[in-house]
């Protein structure tokens, strides 16, 4: 299919901040050839600072580093270095708090996939798929802050692929209780990450903060958009979340109940009749489906199913009675792409289509 030209007809420059690290090195990958953003520059820590991108890189993706991005020089993350109007922060959350806030009053759009604004009530918390037209909220963070730039950030990682496996089903029956266990890809520890000695052969039964942001993040996820905040779903959410032995992807296994109690067959019938939000299925970076149904009864697993849709889809399979709650399930997502990097530039994508940032929007 041939790429929606860029609103405006050029290609907008944009930045990566924490762009050496393995969520800004998805971020580059991605942004190299995209139809409607220019990656113009790229930052890093002050050790990187002034070398060549090739240079302060450690590139781990199995595909060759995008010659676009080789020669960029690394600069600090200071507004008064990086010129482009968007940014996307992949910065570790003890150093992004500052550096996005510094971003945004200096009129940038700032996409963070850091926890550290996530649940502020003027700033939207996004899944695309989910609930895109809660970024129409930063009119109000605008006006609120008074300042002329704007401030997304996407969800947890494991939030993000429970959420787009549980949003179809919300809507059609009202979730009101979750149990869940995650069982999550070492890469969501970045890099360096886990050591391997903790790891082969293991199961590690704690993440640190993972618990409560799944629990905290998924009712303002499945929440409803208001003139000055996000009304939260009314949804009880226990998370139990492990790490494993998995390079990429992210398994959450779902027990659920809903106010209008479905079978399993009407379930199905929801799961694949979605298409996600209005207006996200044109974008460039968007797949052809949100949703995969897994129809195997030993599917989904994250090494043959964590590249659906090109790591932006997630799978669902096992939809099968609960006895104790009404619905069992269980869902795969590639926890760097549709769960961080992928969603922050499709969520980009959705703000340029639709006019929300004024200044920015070509």
Same mark, same amino acid.
């Given at each position: 299919?041939?790429?929606? $030209?860029?609103?405006?007809?050029?290609?907008?420059?944009?930045?990566?901040?924490?762009?050496?690290?393995?969520?800004?090195?998805?971020f580059v990958r991605?942004?190299?050839a995209h139809p409607?953003?220019?990656?113009?520059?790229?930052?890093?820590?002050? @050790?990187?600072?002034?070398?060549?991108?090739?240079?302060?890189?450690?590139?781990?993706? $199995?595909?060759?580093?995008?010659?676009?991005?080789?020669?960029?020089?690394?600069?600090?993350?200071?507004?008064?270095?990086?010129?482009?109007?968007?940014?996307?922060?992949?910065?570790?959350?003890?150093?992004?708090?500052? /550096?996005?806030?510094?971003?945004?009053?200096?009129?940038?759009?700032?996409?963070?996939?850091?926890?550290?604004? @996530?649940?502020?009530?003027?700033?939207?918390? /996004?899944?695309?798929? /989910?609930?895109?037209?809660?970024? +129409?909220?930063?009119?109000?963070?605008?006006?609120?802050?008074?300042?002329?730039?704007?401030?997304?950030?996407?969800?947890?990682?494991?939030?993000?692929?429970?959420?787009?496996?549980?949003?179809?089903? +919300?809507?059609?029956?009202?979730?009101?209780?979750?149990?869940?266990?995650?069982?999550?890809?070492?890469?969501?520890?970045?890099?360096?990450?886990?050591?391997?000695?903790? !790891?082969?052969?293991?199961? !590690?039964?704690?993440?640190?903060?993972?618990?409560?942001?799944?629990?905290?993040?998924?009712?303002?996820?499945?929440?409803?958009?208001?003139?000055?905040? !996000?009304?939260?779903?009314?949804?009880?959410?226990?998370?139990?979340?492990?790490? /494993?032995?998995?390079? +990429?992807?992210?398994?959450?296994?779902?027990?659920?109940?809903?106010?209008?109690?479905?079978?399993?067959?009407?379930?199905?019938?929801?799961?694949?009749?979605?298409?996600?939000?209005?207006?996200?299925?044109?974008?460039?970076s968007a797949p052809?489906? $949100?949703?995969?149904?897994?129809?195997?009864?030993?599917?989904?697993?994250?090494?043959?199913?964590?590249?659906?849709?090109?790591?932006?889809?997630?799978?669902?399979?096992?939809?099968?009675?609960?006895?104790?709650?009404?619905?069992?399930?269980?869902?795969?997502?590639?926890?760097?792409?549709?769960?961080?990097?992928?969603?922050?530039?499709?969520?980009?994508?959705?703000?340029?289509?639709?006019?929300?940032?004024?200044?920015?929007?070509?």
């Open positions: 299919m041939t790429p929606r $030209p860029a609103p405006g007809g050029q290609r907008l420059p944009v930045a990566v901040l924490g762009a050496t690290g393995a969520v800004g090195q998805t991605l942004l190299a409607w953003f220019r990656l113009a520059e790229v930052a890093a820590s002050e @050790r990187s600072a002034g070398k060549p991108y090739a240079q302060a890189t450690a590139w781990l993706d $199995p595909s060759p580093m995008p010659a676009a991005a080789a020669a960029l020089p690394v600069t600090a993350c200071d507004p008064a270095v990086v010129a482009a109007p968007i940014v996307f922060s992949a910065l570790d959350s003890g150093v992004a708090g500052d /550096v996005e806030l510094a971003f945004a009053r200096a009129g940038r759009l700032v996409l963070s996939n850091a926890k550290n604004h @996530r649940m502020a009530p003027d700033v939207p918390l /996004v899944v695309p798929d /989910v609930n895109a037209d809660h970024q +129409h909220l930063l009119a109000h963070q605008r006006a609120v802050r008074g300042w002329t730039g704007a401030l997304v950030t996407n969800s947890n990682c494991a939030a993000a692929v429970i959420a787009m496996a549980l949003k179809p089903l +919300h809507d059609a029956f009202g979730l009101r209780q979750l149990f869940v266990t995650t069982l999550q890809a070492v890469s969501g520890a970045g890099y360096p990450g886990v050591p391997s000695l903790d !790891i082969l052969g293991n199961v !590690i039964p704690w993440i640190a903060d993972e618990e409560p942001k799944i629990e905290a993040e998924l009712p303002k996820l499945l929440g409803t958009l208001g003139s000055t905040g !996000i009304e939260g779903a009314g949804v009880a959410v226990s998370a139990q979340v492990t790490r /494993v032995p998995v390079e +990429h992807g992210h398994t959450a296994c779902l027990a659920a109940a809903f106010t209008g109690r479905p079978t399993a067959e009407e379930a199905l019938e929801v799961l694949a009749a979605w298409r996600g939000a209005a207006g996200v299925r044109d974008l460039p052809a489906s $949100p949703l995969v149904l897994a129809a195997a009864t030993d599917r989904p697993q994250p090494r043959r199913d964590v590249m659906a849709g090109g790591g932006m889809s997630v799978v669902v399979g096992r939809v099968r009675p609960d006895p104790v709650l009404d619905l069992r399930l269980v869902a795969v997502g590639h926890n760097v792409v549709v769960g961080a990097a992928g969603a922050s530039v499709l969520n980009a994508e959705w703000l340029l289509a639709n006019g929300v940032v004024p200044g920015v929007a070509a």
